[in-house]
């Protein structure tokens, strides 16, 4: 499979630092990851967050496409809900230009109610405006002209999208956990993100529209830090994770049920590696032995194409050298070993 970087660009809402040089900062680790041998990077979104989680994925991803040649470009995930489908249409096929065809287009639902209060978006219709906005931008590439009636959206007139991406077709992917949307996500035939293997209603979608499985392309990713040493590993990540976590706290999420149950975080510096149970998405840290021993029961024969780890364990704050150190040890060590695993893409390859 094809093994990336994922990135979460932010600072630390308690220590907050100069987001030039964060931005920056990131640019560079993608450089490096590219020169590492990572097949594909990604870019996350979150709006309005006190440690200034990055907003504007295709804006960073155009930049990202100016410093690198070979790695893909993700987004991971695009709040789709929150945009204008032929805004986006137009962004997207402006970055897949710029970056000679290295865009892939993984969208999302969304999941904060204060980000769909913020931008005056009804959570509720954000299904519906969700795949209506994916037909519109999938017409829009693949037609000379279209017009498009929902319930959301309408294009009474003619559009003709004369501003058209490199690939055809162009990779349109959906990331999410819940049964429904990964059902629709299959009969309408996009790639699909979730677990370690396609979520089981994601296969019957695409059984029922006739569209074999191992035509599609299927990612999961997680996130950590690796060292030495597991204490090292952890003592390293701790402040960045912990303020991650506290920051989804804070959050009204309304696509992780389990997250308002979540018991309130000790002080990070008492705390030992985060047990499972108290933390949405724990991370995956130690040596790079126990980065392959945590990953291997889910990933080295599943039916995953695409890979992703989150260095910094998702958090900001952490020296530059430090986290590009953990990105050198994970391309040496971990990285040939899980390039083996799972089965390979029939899309969005790297450039070779």
Known sequence: MQAGMSLSIKTLANRF???????????????????LGFDYVTVSEHHFEDD????????????????TSRVRLHTNVFLLPLHNPLRVSEDAATVDILSHGRL???SGTGSVLEEFVAFGVDPKTRWGRFFEALEIIRRSYAEDSFTFEGKHFSIPDPIRQTTKPVQNPFPLWVGGLGPKLQYRSGLNGYHSQSGPNPHPEYLRGLKEAGIEPGTRNHASFTAGHLAASREQAWAECREGWWN?????????WIAHPSAP???????????????????????????PDDILDQLSPLYEKC?????????????????????RGAMRLFAKEVLPVIKTWGREPQSSRAID
Request: glycine share 6%.
């Open 261 to 287: 149950d979540l018991p309130p975080l000790e002080e990070f510096e008492k705390m030992d590696l985060p047990p499972a149970d108290q933390t949405l998405m724990p991370p995956v840290v130690g040596t």
């Open 52 to 67: 200034a989680w990055s907003p504007s994925s295709l804006t960073i991803l155009a930049n990202l496409a100016a410093r």
């Open 104 to 106: 892939d287009l993984l």
């Open 17 to 35: 630092a100069p987001l030039g040089d964060v931005y920056e900062m990131f640019t560079d680790d993608v450089v490096l990851a590219e020169e």
């Open 244 to 252: 991650r976590q506290h920051e989804y706290r804070k959050r009204t």
């Open 303 to 323: 039916d995953t194409t695409h890979f992703s780890y989150s260095f910094r364990a998702s958090g900001g704050g952490m020296d530059p050298e430090i986290a």
